[in-house]
């Protein structure tokens, strides 16, 4: 559902100020009824309707830095995030985590490619597996 409009808050507020429910005023405008409790109480608190700031985490890469990211990905699909994640540098010139890269590729639909953790199959140990299980099969 989107987002009340600053209207939508405002004739909220009056409503709830002219007597009516948080209930019925959220049946009236068709949101739920704790979308208009947490609206009340933002108001009893600051005195506006406005959105304040949010105490959030800061983003670590700027978004031409995700771009750069999705694009390198684009290019070569077998790209494992670890070799993206020490190729950038973030924020205050900080390094950024692989599962930053994983992340922003998630919010691209991309995938990064997960690194092979198995044997390495060189030609002698082929050769040595097919002896053997032709030997055993």
């Known amino acids: ?13 009056g409503m709830l100020d002219a007597g009516m429910s948080t209930r019925a005023v959220a049946a009236r ?7 208009i409790g947490r609206l009340r109480v933002r108001f009893q608190q600051t005195g506006t309707t406005a959105n304040q700031p949010h105490p959030r985490r800061p983003r670590g890469t700027t978004p031409a830095q995700d771009h750069h990211i999705r694009l390198v990905h684009l290019h070569d699909q077998l790209r494992p995030a670890t070799h993206t994640a020490n190729e950038t540098i973030g924020l205050h010139n900080r390094r950024i985590r692989p599962q930053t890269v994983r ?35």
């Open 1 to 13: 559902m989107p987002q009340m409009s600053q209207v939508m808050w405002e004739r909220a507020i």
């Open 29 to 35: 405008l068709n949101v739920h009824y704790r979308t």
């Open 103 to 137: 992340n922003r590729l998630r919010e691209a639909n991309l995938h990064a490619r997960r690194p092979h953790r198995g044997l390495d199959l060189t030609a002698v140990r082929r050769r040595n597996r097919l002896t053997w299980s032709n030997a055993h099969g």
